[in-house]
C-alpha cells in the first residue's frame, strides 16, 4: 500500500487562505437577492389563485342560470311554471311575467358566494305564443 500524500501545514506567517466555501456574508446577500425576486412571483400566484376561484364560480352560476333558461323556454309559451332550487353552492329562482298579449318573459336568477361575498346574476329572455 503507497502512503498518502499529505499537505504541508501552512505556518502563520506564511499562511495562504484557500477558499472551499462561502462566507456567511455571501449566503445572506444571495439569500436576501433571492427573497426579493421570489416575493413578488408568490404573491402573484396567490392572487391569481384567488381569481381563477372567482371565475370558476361565476362560470358555474352562468351555466346554471343558462341550463333553467332553456328548461323554462323548452317548457313552451302555456307551460312555462316558476321555479327554484339548488345545485351544489348555487340557487337559482325562476320567474315568468306576461309582458304582453303573447309574450311572456323569463327572469332566471341565480345567487351564488364569490369568497365570502354573496353574489347574484340574472339571466332573460322572451317566450312568445306561436
Not at 499562511?15 to 439569500?31: A, C
Not at 341550463?67 to 337559482?92: C, I, T
Request: glycine fraction near 6%; charged fraction near 20%.
Amino acid at each position: 500500500m503507497a502512503p498518502r500524500a499529505t499537505r504541508p501545514l501552512p505556518r502563520d506567517r506564511d499562511r495562504r487562505w484557500t477558499r472551499d466555501g462561502f462566507t456567511l456574508v455571501e449566503v445572506l446577500v444571495v439569500m436576501v437577492v433571492l427573497s426579493i425576486g421570489i416575493l413578488p412571483l408568490a404573491i402573484v400566484q396567490t392572487q391569481a389563485r384567488h381569481e381563477v376561484q372567482e371565475a370558476d364560480n361565476y362560470t358555474r352560476a352562468v351555466t346554471v342560470a343558462q341550463e333553467q333558461l332553456e328548461w323554462a323556454k323548452g317548457m313552451g309559451f302555456e307551460d312555462a311554471q316558476p321555479d327554484s332550487g339548488q345545485a351544489g353552492n348555487v340557487a337559482w329562482q325562476t320567474t315568468i311575467t306576461d309582458v304582453d298579449i303573447g309574450l311572456r318573459q323569463i327572469d332566471v336568477t341565480v345567487f351564488f358566494n364569490q369568497g365570502s361575498t354573496p353574489d347574484t346574476l340574472r339571466v332573460s329572455s322572451l317566450v312568445s305564443m306561436r
